[in-house]
């Protein structure tokens, strides 16, 4: 359990043998979920903290392999372009946290079933292969603050 990770905690902690990393701040059930999963020999770490270390190395990455280039804008894609209904992208926050479709269904009182139509909803808009490529695009495209997208300005 950490108050807050970087990527070299994390890496420290794997190579450890840590069998999870969990916030302070993790809601109970999630906890629980997660203790259950590290008993049955997996290991456990926090998603949204690696999606942006993979962020930040593919960032690296591409300017390394292109000295004294500077690359072309990538088009992006706000959440408005892209359609996603205010239930999407409520599941697609969720999806950025590591949450299961169980998971996901309890927390916002529909059935599994629906969540996994919503899922297939969103990687069809967002034109992703599955679901760390959709949480990749919303760490990038969706603020964390409840319901605020980063591209919006206040009204």
């Known amino acids: 359990m950490a108050d807050s990770f970087d990527w070299d905690f994390l890496v420290l902690a794997y190579q450890a043998g840590a069998a999870g990393v969990l916030h302070t701040a993790t809601a109970p059930q999630i906890l629980v979920k997660s203790l259950e999963l590290i008993v049955l020999?997996?290991?456990?770490?926090?998603?949204?903290?690696?999606?942006?270390?993979?962020?930040?190395?593919?960032?690296?990455?591409r300017q390394e392999h292109q000295p004294g280039m500077t690359e072309a804008p990538i088009k992006t894609h706000s959440p408005e372009e892209r359609n996603l209904s205010g239930r999407e992208e409520?599941?697609?926050?969720?999806?950025?946290?590591?949450?299961p479709n169980k998971v996901i269904a309890r927390k916002l009182g529909v059935a599994e079933a629906t969540v996994k139509v919503h899922i297939k909803a969103i990687l069809r808009k967002l034109r992703a292969q599955n679901r760390t490529q959709a949480a990749m695009w919303a760490t990038t495209h969706l603020s964390s603050a409840s319901g605020e997208r980063p591209d919006r300005t206040p009204s």
């Open 90 to 99: 409520a599941i697609l926050r969720l999806l950025t946290e590591g949450a």
């Open 41 to 61: 020999g997996e290991r456990v770490f926090p998603a949204a903290a690696i999606l942006s270390a993979i962020n930040d190395l593919a960032d690296t990455l």
